[in-house]
């Protein structure tokens, strides 16, 4: 997970916390962006927005999709952690992540990062790292230890926001089996 520079990471010694105020900073996108782009918590009221911006990026109308992801994000976490940016009193780009306190016997509390978009009028402004950068100040806050999501290998351009952002291949496989 990439870090704020204001993020403390406890490192467990025995049974006890130590603090470790040592983590390197967040890359110099961090605190610029957020800065520069308003970034606020997700609402009921953004579901026109987000279909119109997914759509711009997929060319798909995915309507129902979004309604389920938003209801989730809004009512079924019991920590919200998906934003919205917006420029001019418009949603320009959205990223939608949810808490998990451990998942495949790992016990550690985990973010996944779900859904991204950015509209396409406003890629390479800066939105989608406000974005990231807020996610991660706010998950930092509630002492998530680790940020993850999933990307087709193909989406070349996703991968390369995601690496420009930190992240990295994990050592875990995700496996699928055709029903």
């Known amino acids: 997970m990439a870090k704020d520079a204001n993020m403390v990471i406890p490192q467990r010694v025995g049974e006890a ?4 105020y040592g983590a390197p900073p967040a890359p110099d996108f961090g605190p610029l962006a957020r800065d520069r782009i308003p970034v606020r918590s997700m609402a009921a009221g953004d579901l026109a927005a987000l279909v119109e911006i997914d759509s711009r990026i997929t060319g798909r109308e995915r309507t129902g999709y979004f309604e389920r ?13 998906s934003l919205v940016a917006e420029l001019d009193g418009v ?5 939608m992540a949810r808490v998990d306190l451990g998942e495949f016997g790992r016990v550690e509390t985990t973010a996944v990062l779900d859904t991204i978009g950015v509209h396409p009028d406003y890629q390479s402004r800066g939105v989608g790292h406000a974005l990231l950068s807020q996610l991660l100040m706010n998950l930092g806050t509630l002492r998530v230890e680790n940020l993850r999501t999933e990307v087709d290998w193909r989406d070349r351009d996703l991968l390369a926001y995601l690496d420009s952002c930190g992240f990295r291949p994990s050592q875990q496989l ?3 089996r055709a029903l």
Not at 69 to 81: F, I, N, Q, W, Y
Not at 91 to 95: D, H, K, L, P, Y
């Open 69 to 81: 992801k938003l209801v989730d994000a809004l009512t079924d976490s019991g920590v919200r952690v």
């Open 17 to 20: 916390a130590e603090i470790s």
């Open 91 to 95: 949603a320009v780009g959205f990223i």
């Open 174 to 176: 995700c496996f699928d």
